[in-house]
């Protein structure tokens, strides 16, 4: 059964990104239910929402709609330094 997952992902490289480039990797993660960070920062991220079966192939899905995202966007390939998932589930058990 296929459950509802957020993916946050981060980046980190060797500059400050600058607003236009966030617009645009938020533009690219859009279509994903995404949102993107980073602003005056020396990483870059993104949260997106995907549908998978468990912890592991959400966060592979995750990666490889950021990476797409990270491409389009024309960002440099930077190291990821952190990556997060939350089901659904979790999501709102921690509401209560």
């Not at 980046?11 to 600058?18: C, L, N």
């Not at 997106?48 to 959400?58: G, Q």
Request: proline share 3%; hydrophobic share 45%.
């Amino acid at each position: 059964m296929l459950i509802r997952w957020s993916v946050g992902i981060e980046a980190q490289g060797d500059r400050v990104m600058k607003l236009e480039e966030v617009v645009e990797l938020a533009d690219a993660v859009a279509p994903m239910n995404g949102i993107a960070t980073g602003i005056g920062t020396n990483r870059y991220g993104a949260q997106v929402i995907v549908f998978a079966d468990n912890r592991e192939d959400a966060i592979a899905k995750g990666k490889e709609h950021f990476a797409s995202a990270v491409q389009k966007a024309g960002l440099p390939i930077y190291p990821i330094v952190r990556v997060e998932a939350t089901s659904e589930d979790e999501d709102e058990a921690d509401d209560l």
